[in-house]
């Protein structure tokens, strides 16, 4: 039984490659001789045209149809090495032989192809996308210091020549630090000048100064002598301006100790304003009123722009205001603790974007916290 179909595996394999050929067996020595030639020059015409093919093969995708073509399940030499079979026993083995050879080139040169297409697709991707570790980095754009932060580092300096240390406090205060301990009670008319920003809790507003700080840095001092600067943000709730914003920067001094007069404040001041914008300056002391200080008196310079003899930037009168000051207040000195009987003290309070106007020659405050780089640029 299994013989028989043997038989007419093969019988059906010799039809399949010689077309119209009508075989009954495999006996005729002259025929199958004939069989064997034909099966092997179709193998040579299928070498030769299979690697014809892979020359011109140039990517991965051809290259898989190419092998489909010719060695996958249903491929042109699939189907010659199949029919092998079907040739009469004595000449199998030199067409076996043949197309097993055949077969070894044509997957030869197949792998052979895929290497090389690999390596090529690989050449193409590192050359494609390759980081060139070479090329110098994008450069950075150094940041600027701002203008405020400059000036308040200038103020600094300065003081710290004459002994003052920075000392902070809280931009958001009670209205019993920002006003009533410092001699503003409710409803005090002062009030309106400091109007300011209130939180929802009750009592808790943005400072309008920082001369809260006054008596933060007292009750945390006392009994010892004091000399500091607070900087720091404030807030009003005013017009804006070109001479008024509603948040900018103050520096506040105070100075306690047993022996502290008015001239030590007019010392300090005179020795700032001369430090800050040049020694040649000039500086006047007016009185004026502030509830925390008694007396007080308003700072002037010399207007830098004119040299005193009258421009728009000092509204003609030579002279600009650079800061508020006075001696502390004998209330204030028992709200921070000390006994004004025994201590006096001096304070002072000075806004750096109003002093960097005058030094810089700004027209307008607006441009400090605008955010536009062509304004800070300049002072980089
Ligand atoms: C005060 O705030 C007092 N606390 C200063 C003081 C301290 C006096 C200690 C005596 C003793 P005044 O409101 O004048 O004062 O403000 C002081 C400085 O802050 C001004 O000279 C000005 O340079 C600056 N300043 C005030 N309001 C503004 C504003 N809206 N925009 C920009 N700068 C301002």
Known sequence: MAATAQRMKRAHARKCWTGARDVSDGTNAATSVGWRDKVLEELQQLEAKALDALEGVTAIEALEAWRIGYLGRKGELTV?????????????????????????????AYEEKAAALSQQEMARRLSDECIDVTLPGRPVEPGYIHVSTRTLREIYAIFAEMGFQVYESPEVETDVFNFQLLNIPLYHPARDMWSTFHTTREGVLLRTHTSPGQIRAMR?????????????????????????????????GLAVGKHVTMADLKGVLTQFARKMFGAERKVRFRCSYFPFTEPSAEVDMDCIICGGKGCRVCKNTGWV?????????????RNGGYDP????????????????????????????????????????
């Open 80 to 108: 010659i090495v199949r029919s092998v079979g079907g040739l009469p026993a004595a000449e199998r083995p030199a067409a076996g032989r043949e197309a097993n050879r055949v077969k070894a080139v044509l997957e030869q």
């Open 220 to 252: 945390e001092y006392y009994p010892e002598p004091i000399r500091i600067i607070l900087p720091g943000k404030c807030y009003r709730y005013e017009q804006v301006t070109a001479r008024h914003e509603s948040m900018f920067y103050q520096v506040e």
């Open 321 to 333: 205001e650079i800061l508020g000051s006075g001696m502390v207040h004998p209330q204030v000195l």
């Open 341 to 380: 009987q025994v201590y006096s003290g001096f304070a002072f309070g000075m806004g750096p974007e109003r002093i960097a106007m005058l030094k810089y020659g700004i027209e307008d405050i607006r441009y400090f916290f605008a955010n536009d780089l062509r304004f800070l640029r300049q002072f980089a």
